[in-house]
């Protein structure tokens, strides 16, 4: 068969939440092309630190002991989304997680655990303040992947530190293995590395196969089913980035490599709609010696403080939350990037960040770019970063009197359970009273946009008018988020990926062919 006569039952486009998708495809009896616009397999996926996923009264919390219902994170969800997106697909979502982890464990390939994670909302109604909403997979190794072994992109340190990745995977790269090790033992599919989809091919309305180009290589492959587009964002692309008004850049997202927004083109061109495209999933970032501001979290000590010397935010807050807060007060003008971290040496002169996700080099780099800066006073360290010395020394004692009674009355620190995930439940309100005094760069990081194509409860895409295109589907980031401009828990982007990538191709097998 020639490449012009190439054919499949389903073309899968992309391999972080894809593989979901082509997993499920070929467990229902279709052939599957999944292709990869890299040369590894997992995007933006495999970064994830957990691999979790918001997916709540699943089997494995259901093992746990949780007595959640599926009403009361029904309610949860919908108070926290609102009517940003169709109710009809908030549902899909919140009510089909258990379902797919239900689905998984009949294969042994897969195995998850109980994480709990604190909802990020949690004065919201029927938050769940002791996190039993949240899944991730277990650690599996790299051998056994069988011919995929090696192949799983991440983690971070590796891409960008040049670190040599572990044997065992874990987190999202853990998830994205187990999916290959379960495709591995399904001859129906067929996986391409270095092949991004470029282009859609139509048939009177319907979407009837793609254009891959395979390396650098225009492929034609046709379908009898349909396409799902799971190809990440637009993170990447900065050009993108700026015609929808995304903030922040490119150099500072923590999405995958293939994350360029070609899937989004492609369907754009064939006339699917759009929502959210000036979305993402945000978080403050830690500034690192090349320059790119990477997610951070868990925060032990420390305030935000901006060019005016005050503090601005919740530090403990949510990313997402702290994100958003930041992007306002870019807009109205009262803060703009990069903003500081200013700690005492209670524990050093490291900045207290724990989960920094690319780690931490030799920390002269930091000072010799002028990311750290060290005083024994406020009012030094406020010269050193160019912030007002009043200002600086008026918002330590603030703080330190807030502290000083554990309930922050200007930001709501510790206010929320989230807020004192890591910090054993206690205040995470730790005094500033230990010279030397020190500041660190932070800038405005995101795990990826989340603005995409525009889907039904069946993740089939839709036009401009509401009406299914026929053969096209999406999920994941190239998917317009259910989420819509919230992030309401740990694991809510790979969950919905996951999920409507499965929806995908349970529709799919349930179509006659299109021939």
């Not at 769940?128 to 599996?140: A, N």
């Not at 501001?293 to 005016?308: C, E, K, Y």
């Given at each position: 068969m020639s490449d012009s006569d190439l054919e499949f039952d389903v073309i899968v486009a992309g391999s972080g939440g894809g593989l979901a998708g082509a997993y499920t495809a070929a467990r229902e009896n279709l052939s599957v092309l999944l292709v990869e616009a890299t040369d590894l397999f997992g995007g933006t996926t495999s970064f994830s630190g957990g691999g979790g996923m918001w997916f709540p009264c699943n089997p494995v919390l259901q093992r746990a002991g949780t007595d959640d219902t599926i009403d009361k994170a029904l309610t949860y969800f919908h108070a926290v989304v609102g009517e940003r997106t169709p109710r009809e697909l908030q549902d899909a979502y919140v009510r089909g997680g258990a379902k797919l982890i239900e689905y998984l464990e009949q294969d042994p390939a897969f195995e998850f655990t109980a994480l709990p994670w604190p909802d990020y909302y949690g004065t919201a109604p029927?938050?769940?303040?002791?996190?039993?909403?949240?899944?991730?997979?277990?650690?599996?190794?790299?051998a056994a992947l069988g011919k995929y072994a090696g192949l799983v992109r991440g983690p971070l340190d590796t891409e960008r530190l040049g670190a040599e990745a572990?044997?065992?995977?874990?987190?999202?790269?853990?998830?994205?293995?187990?999916?290959?090790?379960?495709?591995?033992?399904?001859?129906?599919?067929?996986?391409?590395?270095?092949?991004?989809?470029?282009?859609?091919?139509?048939?009177?309305?319907?979407?009837?196969?793609?254009?891959?180009?395979?390396?650098?290589?225009?492929?034609?492959?046709?379908?009898?089913?349909?396409?799902?587009?799971?190809?990440?964002?637009f993170e990447q692309n900065a050009e993108m980035r700026a015609e929808y008004g995304v903030p922040g850049h490119a150099t500072d997202s923590m999405g995958g490599p293939g994350s360029t927004g070609r899937a989004h083109r492609a369907?754009?061109?064939?006339?699917?709609?759009?929502?959210?495209?000036?979305?993402?999933?945000?978080?403050?970032?830690?500034?690192?010696?090349?320059?790119?501001?990477?997610?951070?979290?868990?925060?032990?000590?420390?305030?935000?403080?901006?060019?005016?010397?005050?503090?601005?935010?919740?530090?403990?807050?949510?990313y997402d939350r702290i994100g958003r807060d930041i992007i306002d007060q870019m807009q109205n003008g009262s803060t703009r990037l990069p903003f500081w971290m200013i700690y005492d040496n209670r524990d050093g002169d490291i900045p207290p960040v724990k989960a920094t996700n690319v780690s931490m080099v030799e920390p002269e780099k930091y000072r010799t770019a002028g990311l750290w800066h060290s005083a024994d006073t406020l009012a030094e360290l406020a010269g050193a970063i160019g912030v007002p010395a009043a200002e600086l020394e008026a918002t330590v004692a603030r703080y330190n009197e807030l502290a000083a009674t554990g309930i922050d009355d200007d930001f709501g620190r510790g206010g929320e359970a989230y807020d004192r995930a890591f910090s054993g439940g206690e205040s995470p309100m730790v005094p500033l009273d230990t010279p030397p005094y020190h500041a660190a760069v932070f800038g405005l990081s995101d795990l990826g946009t989340k603005g995409g194509l525009r889907t039904d409860t069946h993740a089939r895409v839709l036009d401009a008018d509401g009406a299914a295109i026929p053969g096209l589907y999406a999920a994941g980031n190239t998917m317009a988020a259910v989420s819509g401009t919230t992030y309401p828990g740990g694991g809510n982007p790979i969950?919905?990926?996951?999920?409507?990538?499965?929806?995908?191709?349970?529709?799919?097998?349930?179509?006659?062919?299109?021939?």
């Open positions: 029927e938050a769940r303040t002791d996190g039993y909403r949240h899944t991730i997979p277990l650690p599996v190794p790299d572990p044997d065992l995977l874990v987190g999202g790269r853990a998830l994205v293995g187990r999916f290959l090790a379960a495709l591995d033992k399904l001859p129906t599919v067929t996986c391409w590395l270095n092949a991004p989809l470029v282009d859609l091919i139509t048939e009177n309305g319907r979407v009837v196969g793609a254009v891959i180009e395979r390396d650098g290589a225009p492929v034609r492959v046709t379908t009898r089913r349909g396409v799902l587009l799971a190809s990440g964002g369907a754009i061109a064939v006339g699917a709609d759009v929502d959210l495209m000036d979305q993402a999933w945000w978080s403050p970032g830690m500034t690192h010696p090349d320059g790119r501001s990477a997610f951070a979290l868990w925060f032990t000590g420390g305030i935000f403080v901006n060019q005016q010397g005050r503090r601005f935010v919740n530090e403990s807050a949510p969950g919905a990926s996951m999920l409507f990538s499965h929806l995908a191709a349970l529709d799919m097998a349930t179509q006659s062919s299109a021939e």
